[in-house]
């Protein structure tokens, strides 16, 4: 673990010209101090009322997830008994109970409970489909929460004395970076995950927490990955950065020209920031070696073997074969920022493809001929479907719609570019020529990831982001049938006899001429995005996460 003296000397390097004053003096910015330790991964801190204590999720070695308590400089100690993964501690504003959440045996989805800090009976509240963030009402007679199936989540609010829910807001595909009341409870702050920039909105609520009216925008087009609301409701401190770089603690009030005020940022990966009800302790979660790897299977041994094949000291991931199988494009954070890389099949001999400079470049797709490789990109703001030359080049823009446009796909033949838009007012696969031309919509119930068969005649595609059903669509105008009921992860590999997929952390393969799945490998590191199948059919190409040890900082006086 860093010392705070090697954490200090970092963040002194950071000028008082780059961080600005903050009313009428320079800031002098603080020094983290460890709460945590232990080996393995501490996250989703929250801190008691006084800011004395702190629950946290630990996830030692080989564990599971289970729920610890600890004063800031003391010793840490379980907070419940269960075997089950439990995840989000929220504390409750006067300190008598923590809300958390436990998932079921089976992984289908989770319990709500309360139970007091010194452990004991627990109470249930609620079921949950999926395991998610918790933030209680200041009151604390209401606990928000995010809630319904994959691709339409949406915000809730649960009552704490009989578990009644009711819906905050409207459905939306990547869910929430933050949410929080405003200390009157008549506002609700939050803001959607989304492919770019996001936007600060409130939305109006009435005594019983109910929406009034829709919700307006507070502020347009900021960098967030995880948003709190600070004690006066005025300002919020949020997260930001390149994905799978470092990220930044920054603080900013809720104003359309207020301008940013950085906290800390170094080389460590921030997150999960949790403040003390006064707003003068904060506590987040630092790692400090996260990144990710692309890993060859070869798929002709038994069992299958698995090996590094495109790494760095930073992130690749996303990868893709060129059709001659002689190369692979993938997406990589290895020259600080996040751009479309290629490398020889042996992962040897890597070049550069593009210089966006962005905060997030990525999904590359060869097309059919090798010329040509189309991907996203977020230079301009928001996600955009691009394409560059093979050799190198300028690339070009390919989408203009004021909508997000991600995930590009070739047809066999080469004339068009799949991709998944919310155009149409939720994201759906839409389809263009591959100069960007005469973009047309081809499914009407949701739609992310699409590749088209082989022979051409039908598109098989993802319907939700993270984890949902696989479908096929027969082409031109057929009627889209399920094939797989779950596949995690959003990318597959299609091959001329099946699907490979990822599920719970697997890789599966289901085959065409039975309709059944079975699994193929069972990586001992978290799968992550990206997937590829060679053109012979003999490896696959695997992005898994290298995250290292998580630990818990605090700092005052911030």
């Not at 604390?140 to 704490?160: E, F, K, M, N, Q």
């Not at 591959?434 to 119930?445: H, I, L, R, S, Y």
């Not at 094939?483 to 990318?491: A, C, K, N, Y």
């Amino acid at each position: 673990m860093a010392a705070p003296a090697i954490f200090a000397l970092l963040l002194l390097s950071i000028s008082a010209a780059v961080l600005g004053p903050r009313r009428g003096h320079v800031r002098v910015p603080p020094v983290p101090s460890p709460v945590t330790a232990s080996v393995g991964s501490e996250t989703q801190p929250t801190l008691s009322p006084d800011g004395k204590q702190v629950a946290y999720v630990w996830r030692p070695p080989a564990g599971t997830w289970q729920i610890y308590l600890k004063a800031l400089t003391g010793e840490p100690r379980r907070l419940t008994n269960a075997a089950e993964e439990e995840r989000s501690p929220a504390w409750s504003p006067k300190g008598d109970q923590i809300a958390f959440l436990r998932r079921a045996a089976d992984r289908s989805g989770g319990e709500l409970l309360l139970v007091h800090p010194s452990g004991g009976r627990e109470t249930r509240l609620a079921m949950f489909t999926r395991l998610t963030q918790l933030r209680w009402s200041p009151d604390g007679r209401w606990l928000l929460a995010l809630d319904g199936p994959p691709g339409g989540r949406y915000l809730v609010a649960i009552s704490t004395r009989d578990g009644a829910k009711h819906a905050l807001t409207k459905p939306t595909d990547f869910g929430f970076c933050g949410f929080q009341l405003t200390s009157d409870q008549r506002s609700l702050i939050y803001c959607k995950a989304a492919l770019g920039p996001v936007s600060i909105r409130s939305q109006p609520l009435n005594h019983a927490l109910q929406p009034i009216g829709e919700p307006r925008t507070l502020i347009s087009q900021l960098s967030v990955r995880e948003m709190i609301l600070m004690p006066d409701s005025k300002e919020i401190l949020y997260t930001d950065g390149i994905p799978e770089e470092s990220i930044g603690l920054w603080r900013r009030r809720l104003l359309a020209d207020a301008n940013p005020e950085l906290i800390l940022k170094t080389s460590d990966r921030y997150g999960m920031p949790a403040l003390s009800q006064d707003g003068k302790r904060l506590v987040f979660t630092v790692s400090r070696s996260y990144r990710h790897e692309t890993w060859k299977l070869d798929l002709t041994s038994t069992p299958v073997k698995a090996q590094p094949l495109v790494t760095s000291t930073h992130s690749d991931l996303n990868p893709d074969y060129a059709p001659d199988g002689q190369e692979i494009a993938f997406h990589s954070t290895r020259s600080g920022a996040s751009d479309i890389w290629i490398t020889s099949r042996d992962g040897q001999r890597s070049r550069r493809l593009t210089h966006t400079n962005a905060p997030t470049t990525a999904t590359p797709r060869w097309s059919p001929d090798g010329r040509w490789i189309a991907f996203e990109s977020n230079i301009e703001g928001q996600t955009e479907v691009y394409r560059a030359p093979r050799a190198g080049g300028a690339s070009q823009r390919l989408t203009t719609n004021p909508a997000l446009d991600a995930i590009p796909s070739w047809s066999r033949d080469g004339r068009y570019i799949y991709f998944c838009s919310n155009r149409s007012g939720r994201f759906e696969i839409w389809r263009m020529l591959a100069n960007g031309q005469q973009p047309t919509q081809m499914t009407f119930d949701g739609g992310f990831a699409a590749v088209e068969a082989w022979d051409g005649r039908a598109l098989f595609f993802t319907q939700t982001r993270d984890r949902g059903p696989l479908f096929r669509l027969p082409l031109p105008n057929g009627k889209a049938e399920m094939l797989i009921p779950e596949v995690h992860g959003l990318f597959f590999a299609l091959s001329r006899k099946g699907i490979y997929y990822q599920h719970r952390g697997r890789l599966h393969f289901w085959d065409a001429a039975t309709r059944a799945s079975r699994e193929v490998y069972r990586p001992d590191k978290s799968m992550s995005y990206g997937m590829a199948l060679s053109p012979d059919e003999k490896e696959v190409l695997l992005a898994v996460d290298e995250a290292q040890d998580t630990d818990l900082y605090s700092i005052e006086g911030f």
